[in-house]
T-cell receptor
Framework: DARVTQTPRHKVTEMGQEVTMRCQPILGHNTVFWYRQTMMQGLELLAYFRNRAPLDDSGMPKDRFSAEMPDATLATLKIQPSEPRDSAVYFCASGLVPRELFFGEGSRLTVL | KNQVEQSPQSLIILEGKNCTLQCNYTVSPFSNLRWYKQDTGRGPVSLTI?????NTKSNGRYTATLDADTKQSSLHITASQLSDSASYICVVSARCQAGTALIFGKGTTLSVSS
């Protein structure tokens, strides 16, 4: 049963610390998305890769966030330094857009 | 501006009852429309995906409709169950130069009570 795998599932950290979230997309999917979900804003696009190349990261605060795909089996989202307002659930999704999109279970981040 | 608006924001119904969730969009050029179900603490899971030419699509007790002329979609849930309690998110795809843009609604939170 193919699925998108995200780690960690939960992370509590202190303001100023570096946070790295990882995503293993479904094998064969050429498109990977990073989303952030909060109660107030719903799902917001942070970054979007196709064939490992970044296509859109306009939704991401560039001064502290970075997203990479070092290889086809790994996508990373890094926050440095983290701030309390970054507390949210971060989702990775992969697919063969414009077809089906599959989401991971999310990484819940709490920045104290 | 591409937007997806969902209504109601939240809904409470009794188990066994039917309900309909609405999605209005101003997205162009339209590619497809998807409905996702998101259980608390989980990632969204696809229910249906409809292209321009499809008016209705069913997935068990879930039936989605699409009116591309009025840019409206609805998700009808028949004979609701406690497990239907979740957020339902409407997502519209737009074709753009860079590829495909996905515009998310903020979701409708459904609570089914016994």
């Amino acid at each position: 049963d193919a699925r998108v795998t995200q780690t960690p599932r939960h992370k509590v950290t202190e303001m100023g610390q570096e946070v790295t979230m990882r995503c293993q997309p479904i094998l064969g999917h050429n498109t990977v998305f990073w989303y952030r979900q909060t109660m107030m804003q719903g799902l917001e696009l942070l970054a979007y890769f196709r064939n490992r190349a970044p296509l859109d990261d306009s939704g991401m605060p560039k001064d502290r966030f970075s997203a990479e795909m070092p290889d086809a089996t790994l996508a990373t989202l890094k926050i440095q330094p983290s701030e309390p307002r970054d507390s949210a659930v971060y989702f990775c999704a992969s697919g063969l857009v414009p077809r089906e999109l599959f989401f991971g279970e999310g990484s819940r981040l709490t920045v104290l | 501006k591409n937007q997806v608006e969902q209504s109601p924001q939240s809904l409470i119904i009794l188990e066994g009852k039917n309900c309909t969730l609405q999605c209005n969009y101003t997205v162009s050029p339209f590619s497809n429309l998807r409905w996702y179900k998101q259980d608390t603490g989980r990632g969204p899971v696809s229910l249906t995906i409809m292209t321009f030419s499809e008016n209705t699509k069913s997935n068990g007790r879930y039936t989605a409709t699409l009116d591309a002329d009025t840019k409206q979609s609805s998700l009808h849930i028949t004979a609701s169950q406690l497990s239907d309690s979740a957020s339902y998110i409407c997502v519209v795809s737009a074709r753009c130069q860079a590829g495909t843009a996905l515009i998310f609604g903020k979701g409708t939170t459904l609570s089914v009570s016994s």
